[in-house]
């Protein structure tokens, strides 16, 4: 790697931990109920919002009726914005005068955008009207992000309190999560980004010159306020069709590294913030080194693998000394493209600077196994905490059958209960993964639909499903996936994979809340050092590989093995 993409990464990366650290205190007092500096001015809104609302905040919820809310508040989103985009012709703030969208594409579009995948089967700048984008996708990109928040604080108050039946306030921690946190740093990284040179407004379009003296009309729009909860929130649906690679969206190699901090930093928050919480900061830290690790791993396999070039071009005469250049965008660079790959894949972004299609086999293979693995490097904002708690409750309940310790977690024992839950939660990707695409690779319209032939296509498909069923949203791109059947499966897998997964594991809040919370004791494995971040990566990567090696062999391997013997797809 260069010394200017070592020099990119390290600036990124450490504004991340520096900025992440008071970030997460921050929420951390918000999710407890203490008053902070933006208390004076958002308060007064919070409060009228509960009294228009009918919301009494200090009124405590026990589990279900925490998850009940949140499903009676998807179902409303979805309803609004599949109404929305249905009838977005008749809308106002529609310069280019939009249709609705297809009914197929419409319940896709709604179900990605109220679930945080926001995979996008469409093309923003030729498909969206200017509400649609404001009204519809953009508040959703705030809402579903809340709702994850709130979900994960109402986990992590299950380890805190002691012989406890309720977990929180549903919306009172989601409201608070969009006033005190998504909107106070969107509307300052917005301003950051209309500096850096992305567009913000409300013309549709307009017309420009080329060097050949043609017209050529071209698509603008309210893209900053999109851009930057679009990469806060780990939603990562673009204003335009190439996403971050636009040069509307991502103009320079600063609004890159702004936009790789802007991924990065609220999930790495989390984890501060769940190290408060729980009154132990080492807590937190030693779910931050797996996830560092898995995280840094994954960036320089990626970052390698690319630079290596592929040898098939090289043998035909290209130069190959800057790497595999295709599908990339020369202002960013290997190391741009590469960190944006990492992080948008680790997170639950799903934005993208480069074409994840072009990639070679084994740089494929990287964004693949970080979706199948459930973005937990350093994972999606809330999304992240509560499926490493899951693999750590997993891991400790081993740990005791090893070694013979007491399975417990942060002073709450862990019994057949939460195991069962947990695995069903878990086992949910593998099912919708492997089970779609086993139907897809039968089914002619979806074979259509593949834009390449063998190992590379079976790529294709593999990584649709794991990145709808992760809540991920990003794609290889030679996928034409706007068609009924990738629209309607999509959008079931989309689903079931966040909701599914939701319910065990509020569940599983519910059980640890009602504990007793015990003490450490000598008997006790304990979870805040080396070898427990050690354990959970080892665990994470086991399920990861039990449940996926076999179809990771007939796509990227595959392709990478027959590459070397000179065949290309």
């Known amino acids: 790697m260069s010394a200017f993409g070592w020099l990119e990464i390290i600036i990124v990366l450490a504004l991340v931990v520096v900025c992440a650290i008071p970030i997460g205190s921050f929420m951390a007092a918000i999710f407890e109920g203490r008053r902070t500096f933006l208390s004076p001015i958002v308060g007064p809104l919070e409060r009228g919002i509960y009294r228009l609302s009918g919301i009494d905040p200090d009124e405590e919820q026990d589990w279900l009726r925490y998850t009940l809310s949140m499903l009676t508040f998807v179902g409303g989103c979805f309803l609004c914005l599949y109404l929305t985009l249905r009838s977005q012709a008749v809308l106002p703030f529609n310069p280019q005068g939009r249709d609705g969208l297809a009914p197929d594409l419409s319940f896709n579009t709604a179900i990605s955008f109220i679930t945080n995948a926001n995979w996008q089967a469409y093309a923003g700048e030729t498909t969206m009207s200017h509400f649609a984008q404001m009204a519809g996708l953009t508040a959703h990109n705030f809402l579903d992000t809340a709702v994850v928040m709130a979900l994960a604080i109402g986990l992590t108050r299950a380890f805190v309190r002691n012989e406890s039946t309720t977990i ?19 509307i300052l990284t917005a301003l950051l980004f209309v500096a850096l040179g992305v567009p913000q407004t409300l013309s549709g379009s307009f017309e420009a010159t080329t060097l050949e003296g043609a017209r050529q009309t071209i698509a603008i729009g309210p893209v900053a306020s999109q851009e930057a909860i679009k990469l806060l929130g780990n939603n990562g649906g673009g204003f ?7 040069p509307f969206e991502n103009p320079t190699a600063l609004s890159n590294m702004a936009e790789n901090w802007s991924q990065l930093v609220l999930p790495v928050a989390f984890i501060f913030a769940f190290g408060r919480m729980v009154g132990n900061l080492r807590q937190g830290r030693s779910l931050l080194i797996t996830m560092s690790i898995i995280f840094f791993v994954s960036l320089v396999l990626l970052y390698r693998s690319e630079a290596a070039g592929n040898p098939l071009l090289t043998e035909l005469g290209v130069d190959a000394a800057g790497g595999n250049l295709e599908g990339k965008d020369l202002r960013f660079g290997q190391a741009g493209a590469a960190l944006f790959a990492a992080a948008t894949t680790g997170t639950g972004t799903g934005a993208a600077n480069a074409v994840l299609d072009s990639l070679t086999p084994i740089g494929g293979l990287v964004p693949m196994l970080n979706l199948l693995m459930g973005c937990i490097a350093p994972g999606g904002v809330g999304t992240n905490l509560y499926v490493m708690l899951l693999l750590a409750i997993l891991s400790v309940f081993i740990a005791g059958l090893m070694v013979g310790r007491t399975p417990e977690y942060l002073g709450k024992k862990i019994e057949a209960r939460e195991i069962r839950l947990a695995m069903l939660s878990l086992l949910l990707t593998p099912a919708l993964v492997l089970g779609f695409a086993a139907v897809s690779v039968n089914l002619k319209t979806a074979l259509d639909s593949l834009g390449n032939a063998g190992p590379h296509g079976f790529s294709e498909l593999l990584y649709a499903f794991a990145s709808t069923s992760a809540d991920n949203g990003s794609i290889f791109g030679g996928l034409s996936v706007n068609t009924v059947w990738f629209n309607t499966s999509t959008g079931v897998v989309m689903l ?12 599983i809040a519910g059980s640890l809340a009602r504990k007793k919370k015990a003490k450490p004791s000598s008997g006790t494995f304990p979870t805040d050092g080396l070898l427990f971040s050690l354990l959970l990566l080892g665990i994470a990567l086991i399920i990861t590989l039990l449940d996926f090696f076999p179809a990771l062999t007939l796509g990227p391997l595959a392709e990478q093995a027959l590459m070397s013997h000179g065949r290309t797809f």
């Open 496 to 507: 079931i994979g966040r909701l599914g997964s939701i319910i065990p594991i509020m569940a």
């Open 168 to 186: 929180g306030n549903f919306w009172v921690d989601m409201t608070r999560s969009v006033l005190y946190v998504l909107l106070p740093l969107s």
């Open 240 to 246: 335009f069709n190439v996403n971050s690679a636009h």
